[in-house]
């Protein structure tokens, strides 16, 4: 709970080996082993001088709180090997790692699995799910034999209708990491001050988009800064023939929308959500007032404008200058590599 100690020394969690042991036939017997099995814990507890680990979400409600959502979370026994989340199922669930390893991978279009990261509890694996119908951008798979802690949308639904202040709660908190992954990932927010990341990341709004949406039509009025929490994003330009070139792909934590932001002119390309996705969004009035607090956000954007550019025009011009020679076949193979 919140009211623990502070004094300590920080150790990781215990992560004790399976137990093999031969159970009895005989009933008694067999209770006699769970009560010993029960009972040996040197295994099992961190040293008496141990800080608790910081658990997300459950470390942040009140003991009472937690018993309830305790009473109503799913244990996910994972042997190694076995996956815990699938990249592309669409099950809106998220899991507490409370012991073990897993590991995050990616599918390539290619078929190649990529490692991304390596998981070690306590974690919060696969909250977004709660808040977009993107599907899973990754896979999840334990590295040894863990154990995770389910919570679904019908139990959080169940909670809504006997417990709507705990609800509300974890609402909030897993908005709240969402925010702070943002902080952590996005260019726009590095070197700034704490109390100018907490003015900016306020102005911006939270948006949901539906698959195939265009957040941005090319050659209307500035709309604003975007920023992408989860999904992917596809930027389109038309070439000087009119035909459309896919001049980059956004993952989350890209920001777009900053070239007619900063020049007020019309946006010079299109984005789009193939899978829908979640974004912040910062509108352009919400830009302006917030430049004369946080000077340093209008040199940011132009430099991140100046590289995109740079980019818009190396992939537009050659496509432009050979176009005749090239089939859309080679275009869209050259532009996914």
Same mark, same amino acid.
Request: glycine share 6%; charged share 25%.
């Given at each position: 709970?919140?009211?623990?100690?502070?004094?300590?020394?920080?150790? $990781?969690?215990? #992560?004790?080996?399976?137990?093999?042991?031969?159970?009895?036939?005989?009933?008694?017997?067999?209770?006699?082993?769970?009560?010993?099995?029960?009972?040996?814990?040197?295994?099992?507890?961190? $040293?008496?001088?141990?800080?608790?680990?910081?658990?997300?979400?459950?470390?942040?409600?009140?003991?009472?709180?937690?018993?309830?959502?305790?009473?109503?979370?799913?244990?996910?026994?994972?042997?190694?090997?076995?996956?815990?989340?699938?990249?592309?199922?669409?099950?809106?669930?998220?899991?507490?790692?409370?012991?073990?390893?897993?590991?995050?991978?990616?599918?390539?279009?290619?078929?190649?699995?990529?490692?991304?990261?390596?998981?070690?509890?306590?974690?919060?694996?696969?909250?977004?799910?709660?808040?977009?119908?993107? $599907?899973?951008?990754?896979?999840?798979?334990?590295?040894?034999?863990?154990?995770?802690?389910?919570?679904?949308?019908?139990? @959080?639904?169940?909670?809504?209708?006997?417990?709507?202040?705990?609800?509300?709660? /974890?609402?909030?908190?897993?908005? =709240?990491?969402?925010?702070?992954?943002? !902080?952590?990932?996005?260019?726009?927010?590095?070197?700034?001050?704490?109390?100018?990341? =907490?003015? /900016?990341?306020?102005?911006?709004? @939270? #948006?949901?988009?539906?698959?195939?949406?265009?957040?941005?039509?090319?050659?209307?009025?500035?709309?604003? /800064?975007?920023?992408?929490?989860?999904?992917?994003?596809?930027?389109?330009?038309?070439?000087?023939?009119?035909?459309?070139?896919?001049?980059?792909?956004?993952?989350?934590?890209?920001?777009?929308?900053?070239?007619? @932001?900063?020049?007020?002119?019309?946006?010079?390309?299109?984005?789009?959500?193939?899978?829908?996705?979640?974004?912040?969004?910062?509108?352009?009035?919400?830009?302006?007032?917030?430049?004369?607090? !946080?000077?340093?956000?209008?040199?940011?954007?132009?430099?991140?404008?100046?590289?995109?550019?740079?980019? @818009?025009?190396?992939?537009?011009? $050659?496509?432009?200058?050979?176009?005749?020679?090239?089939?859309?076949?080679?275009?869209?193979?050259?532009?996914?590599?």
């Amino acid at each position: 709970s919140t009211n623990r100690s502070k004094e300590g020394q920080s150790h $990781p969690l215990p #992560q004790p080996e399976p137990l093999a042991v031969e159970l009895p036939e005989d009933d008694e017997a067999l209770k006699e082993l769970a009560v010993q099995i029960g009972l040996a814990t040197d295994d099992l507890l961190p $040293p008496k001088d141990a800080l608790f680990p910081e658990i997300p979400i459950f470390g942040q409600i009140t003991a009472l709180e937690f018993v309830v959502l305790a009473l109503q979370i799913e244990p996910t026994p994972l042997k190694p090997g076995q996956a815990l989340i699938k990249q592309g199922s669409t099950d809106k669930s998220v899991y507490l790692l409370s012991h073990g390893n897993v590991q995050v991978k990616k599918r390539q279009s290619s078929g190649e699995d990529i490692l991304l990261t390596e998981v070690r509890a306590p974690a919060l694996l696969g909250e977004m799910s709660l808040m977009t119908g993107v $599907p899973r951008r990754a896979s999840v798979e334990a590295v040894s034999h863990s154990m995770a802690w389910k919570l679904d949308t019908n139990m @959080l639904q169940r909670l809504a209708e006997t417990h709507s202040q705990l609800h509300n709660e /974890l609402d909030q908190l897993f908005r =709240q990491r969402l925010v702070n992954n943002v !902080i952590k990932s996005s260019r726009l927010f590095q070197e700034l001050e704490e109390d100018k990341q =907490q003015a /900016l990341m306020e102005a911006f709004e @939270l #948006q949901q988009v539906s698959p195939g949406s265009k957040v941005i039509h090319e050659g209307e009025a500035p709309s604003g /800064l975007y920023i992408l929490l989860h999904g992917a994003a596809e930027v389109w330009a038309t070439a000087e023939d009119d035909s459309k070139v896919r001049v980059a792909t956004l993952t989350e934590g890209d920001t777009f929308g900053e070239f007619s @932001l900063l020049t007020g002119d019309p946006t010079t390309a299109e984005v789009l959500l193939p899978e829908g996705g979640t974004l912040f969004h910062l509108p352009a009035q919400s830009y302006n007032d917030l430049l004369g607090h !946080i000077p340093q956000l209008g040199e940011k954007l132009d430099n991140l404008m100046e590289t995109r550019r740079e980019i @818009l025009n190396d992939m537009v011009a $050659p496509v432009e200058a050979d176009f005749e020679e090239l089939d859309e076949a080679w275009l869209v193979e050259e532009f996914e590599e």
